[in-house]
């Protein structure tokens, strides 16, 4: 599964994620609370080529059977109806919108998704990640600024009202098609590409920072054993390092390290001030945090009217800076949770 896009998104609920990745959708990990199938109205043949044709296939995943013990049947009103708790295949629960062969415009189909998963969430139904197809991508042949353009629009907005949703993925199997979106977004949300400089440099810099992760794998967990293998991905190729991606990891890691240090709360810039205000850490740590905030916050918003300020953009060597940041901060995890031993020994 590449991701080939990930947008970062403010709420008041804290960070969100909008990701793209080129993959089979009923291949994806980890399990997802939610994921959404699009099928035929009134039919659920599992067709080969398709999603519902590949659960059924791969997972044993029977619709038919599933709408039969359906706890939420929204057919008559928004043209979707979800499973019970399965736990088989990507998702913990499936989410079926009857797309195809319908009445709905991809825009109605869209809202009415997002409208469903906050109906799920209001009935106590865990909506934490949510996985869906590139809908629009395939049948209906929809072209990329068309598709990007609904995808940001209502995923964010959706985001920035969820209280428990924080991550989303559209994940598409066809490679070209997703990379068109890809780069419609890039294209819509005024994004540059932005590489790391000087090779040598760029290279040190990663294998530094990959030592240290490497050795901070279990301060991480479980729990978190995806965000590990990001950056661990993202790092072993330093000439492949995009803004936006780095911005949205080490955004993630300060969020990781201040939850392990107890500060908690839904602001960043405020959680960092108040570990500062113990005095218990070196503010430039906290400095560092706050440089990795801003990179964050710079994939949370588009750059359309970027120019008025200097610099207009997240430069590369903001990004050798963003590294050293990283791997400086990993040190202090490393640090204090070696010091934490201590005093328990």
């Known amino acids: 599964m590449d991701r080939l896009n990930i947008v970062g998104i403010e709420s008041p609920f804290g960070y969100r994620t909008i990701e793209l990745l080129q993959g089979d959708l009923a291949l994806s990990s980890p399990r997802a609370d939610i994921v959404v199938v699009s099928v035929f109205a009134g039919g659920y043949q599992p067709i080969p080529g398709t999603v519902l044709g590949a659960l059924r296939a791969i997972h044993g995943i029977d619709a038919a059977r599933l709408l039969a013990t359906s706890p939420l049947d929204l057919r008559g009103v928004l043209g979707v109806w979800l499973s019970d708790s399965v736990g088989v295949g990507p998702g913990q629960r499936y989410l079926f919108v009857e797309l195809i062969g319908g009445s709905l415009s991809l825009d109605v189909a869209l809202d009415n998704v997002f409208a469903a998963v906050q109906l799920i969430d209001a009935k106590g139904i865990e909506t934490g990640s949510v996985v869906l197809p590139l809908l629009g991508a395939g049948h209906q042949a929809l072209d990329a600024d068309t598709i990007a353009r609904l995808l940001v629009s209502r995923a964010r907005q959706h985001l920035e009202r969820a209280p428990h949703t924080s991550s989303l993925r559209f994940i598409e199997i066809n490679a070209s098609r997703a990379r068109l979106v890809s780069d419609a977004i890039d294209l819509q949300l005024g994004r540059e590409s932005t590489a790391l400089p000087h090779a040598?440099?760029?290279?040190?810099?990663?294998?530094?920072?990959?030592?240290?992760?490497?050795?901070?794998?279990?301060?991480?967990?479980?729990?978190?054993?995806?965000?590990?293998?990001?950056?661990?991905?993202?790092?072993?190729d330093p000439n492949g390092i995009r803004t936006f991606e780095f911005g949205v990891l080490g955004r993630k890691l300060v969020e990781t390290i201040l939850s392990e240090r107890g500060v908690v709360g839904h602001n960043l810039a405020t959680r960092i001030r108040s570990l500062e205000e113990t005095r218990s850490v070196g503010p430039w740590m906290c400095g560092y945090m706050h440089v990795l905030r801003h990179l964050g916050n710079e994939s949370a918003h588009d750059n359309v009217g970027a120019g008025s300020r200097q610099p207009p953009i997240v430069a590369a060597a903001d990004l050798i800076a963003g590294l050293t940041c990283v791997t400086r901060l990993l040190e202090f995890w490393l640090l204090c949770s070696s010091e934490s031993q201590t005093r328990l020994a």
């Open 200 to 236: 040598q440099l760029a290279a040190a810099l990663s294998a530094d920072a990959l030592h240290r992760l490497n050795q901070a794998r279990t301060l991480f967990g479980d729990a978190r054993e995806e965000l590990w293998s990001d950056w661990i991905r993202l790092l072993q």
